[in-house]
RNA sequence: GGGGCUGUAGCUCAGCUGGAUAGAGCGACGGUUUCCUAAACCGUAGGCCGUGGGUUCGAGUCCCGCCAGCCCCGCCA
């Protein structure tokens, strides 16, 4: 319905020009946007949009809002292009100048995206005066190698996966890139306790299983933490690795591979697509980075580290805080890695991404370590001018008790355990269910629905929280078969195939519809409603705005089925509902595909 | 010490960027099933939007102070 909102504010900014002609030059003068300020109603009650423009008019202008909303009106009853979409407006309270469209305009916008498998939404391809648009990198997930993916890890996976589905339907050419840690300091330490464990496995051809890598790495560090010579002889292979030491590079490859297998079972679990680029990749551009800084005079020696003063940055004494990009034992760090990388993507192909918008979906934890890197870059002169580059936060997972979620004993909790768990307890909740029912199943109906709510309620409580809060994780409310869950979305879309089970041929409806009961009126309104709730996550990076207008809509057509008879309604009647059963299953599959959510035919 | 985030119903959270009587869900209480999956629907109760100022026609939303909780701050990422 986007463009029909445009096509009114055009109608109401006219309108507005015309009532207020002779004040206009002295209200231009004192600087008002004359944004028509059309919004969406803020109750049904008001119709569809609402414009508040008169009120912020009216001391402008000097003159009761009421008035100036009632000449506003007057302008636009007379205006047949308007009237073809809205009824006459109405004119309340202070001066709220309230829009309804025309039951008639519902039925065509509705026809207009019945069947289209964009359901409204526009592709930036069709969009005009944008086509030189580069590619969005989305970098999201980045575990480290040689360590478990664990809860941290879940929030920035799922939500990067999903605003890189929604990019990539809205036609944008989405890099998503998995920056692993697969470089410094902790290295030095795997590598080192590698070549004295294990100096076979650098020998030999084929990598061998280095067990659980997990324990391993524990190993190194506790070998790190008590023994000193150990910890000497690290650091020395840290720096083996960065000037490219053939045996360290060998242990360190072993170490990347055998890691690399382990997140893959996760991705290929959660259906998730990235590509990695670890922080090795950018190591070859480390020393440019920092011979450009240099250059560029943003560089100062400080105690043998080379760092960047930044204004507004400063340490817990109260002295300006560096941004340390070379050691001073000559080693880079991570800034200079995220430097490395924001100049790279940047860049044009061949030498770069050529991207023009960067998102990083980290925890909030980094903001300032973002705010800091981005600030230099810019000073840099990296950041080509209308390019975005932006952190995309996000908060806590946290535990019942409202603390960081660990298991009992304190440890963090592996991100595989976590998702046996949701398809287990949403196992258990269908066989009971199916029990209760005196419903028999076969195996792999009963595997797959399981996996399909146990994933997709994980995956939507995270979604569905906004992100930049902290959020308390419970497998019992995710999993529970109503609010907003997961499983209730499901289930709105299961109702609709059982409709089309029992006969509604939901393919062959046609497009002469009429909408007459007020719940099928609502149900179309709702549906109208998707492409605006794509271009607002588009511009806030919110994807929790998402699911609660699949939420919303999933409650509203369950009102509609359970008043509205489909299949038993009236030859005349029963097209136009099946029409809304359609777009109402084509949105939910659409839109939880957005939220990387696979959907079900029965459950 | 500096910076950031958070504080809304008993609980978990929305709140579309300043608009009309602050919304959901859960939980509580009450109702609905010869009918497309009742995993649903309908209704009732429940609020000093942390707090004190300010900005203006209008503030949960913007600004300042305070209180509480969490996070970050020099060679880890």
Wanted: glycine share 6%; net charge neutral; charged share 25%.
């Amino acid at each position: 319905m986007l463009s029909l909102l445009h096509l009114i504010e055009s109608h109401l900014r006219e309108a507005l020009d015309k009532a207020c002609l002779n004040e206009f030059s002295s209200e231009c003068s004192l600087g008002v946007s004359l944004d028509s300020d059309l919004i969406a109603a803020s109750k049904p009650e008001f119709g569809d949009f609402q414009s508040n423009i008169a009120l912020v008019l009216a001391k402008h202008l000097k003159r009761n809002p009421r008035e100036i909303a009632l000449s506003v009106a007057k302008v636009l009853e007379e205006d047949l292009r308007f009237l073809a979409i809205c009824i006459p407006p109405e004119v309340a309270g202070p001066g709220f100048i309230n829009l309804t469209l025309r039951q008639s305009c519902i039925e065509n916008e509705v026809k207009r995206i019945l069947g289209d498998s964009r359901l409204g939404v526009l592709s930036i391809k069709a969009e005009e005066n944008q086509k030189d648009y580069g590619p969005i990198v989305v970098d999201f997930s980045s575990p480290n190698i040689a360590k478990e993916m664990h809860v941290g890890h879940l929030r920035s996976t799922i939500i990067g996966d999903s605003l890189a589905r929604i990019f990539e339907f809205r036609g944008f050419q989405v890099i998503r890139l998995n920056h692993v840690g697969d470089w410094g300091t902790q290295f030095g330490m795997l590598i080192n306790h590698l070549k004295q464990v294990a100096p076979k496995a650098l020998d030999s051809a084929d990598a061998i299983e280095l067990g659980d890598l997990v324990v391993f790495y524990r190993q190194a560090k506790k070998r790190f933490d008590d023994d000193e010579l150990f910890r000497s002889e690290s650091r020395q292979e840290v720096l083996n690795l960065q000037s490219g030491e053939p045996l360290s590079l060998r242990a360190w490859s072993l170490l990347c591979s055998q890691s690399r297998r382990e997140f893959q079972k996760i991705y290929d679990r959660l259906d998730i697509k990235i590509t990695e680029r670890g922080e090795s990749f950018y190591n070859p551009y480390l020393k440019q980075v920092v011979d450009e800084l240099q250059a560029s005079g943003l560089l100062v020696l400080d105690q043998g580290a080379k760092c960047i003063f930044l204004e507004n940055m400063f340490g817990k004494d109260g002295k300006p805080l560096p941004i340390i990009v070379q050691k001073s034992d000559g080693g880079y760090n991570y800034s200079t890695t995220d430097l490395a990388a924001i100049r790279y993507r940047f860049k044009p192909k061949p030498i770069g991404d050529g991207a023009f918008r960067i998102l990083y979906v980290t925890d909030m934890g980094q903001s300032s370590h973002f705010e800091g890197v981005f600030q230099i870059a810019r000073l840099a002169n990296w950041i080509p001018e209308r390019c975005l580059i932006q952190h995309v936060p996000f908060g806590l997972v946290q535990g019942e008790d409202g603390k960081k979620l660990k298991t009992r004993s304190g440890e963090t909790i592996r991100l595989r355990d976590l998702l046996d768990e949701a398809v287990d307890r949403a196992e258990i909740d269908l066989r009971s269910r199916l029990a209760d029912e005196g419903r028999a199943e076969s195996k792999s109906f009963i595997k797959n629905v399981a996996r399909t709510i146990g994933f997709a309620a994980l995956k939507y409580a995270d979604l569905s929280q906004n992100r930049a809060t902290s959020y308390q994780f419970s497998f019992d409310r995710m999993l529970s078969l109503q609010g907003n869950t997961a499983p209730y979305l499901l289930y709105s879309l299961v109702r609709i195939s059982g409709i089309a089970r029992k006969g509604g041929e939901l393919e062959q409806v046609t497009d002469n519809l009429t909408f007459a009961l007020p719940q099928e009126l609502s149900l179309a309104r709702q549906l109208l409603k998707f492409d605006e709730v794509i271009a607002f996550i588009e511009e806030e990076l919110l994807p929790n705005r998402l699911c609660s207008y699949l939420f919303e809509l999933s409650q509203i057509f369950n009102r509609f089925y359970d008043q509205v008879p489909v299949l038993k309604a009236q030859p005349e009647l029963r097209n136009s509902r099946l029409a809304l059963c359609r777009l109402t299953a084509d949105t939910l599959k659409v839109g939880l595909g957005l939220l990387g959510i696979p959907t079900l035919e029965r459950m």
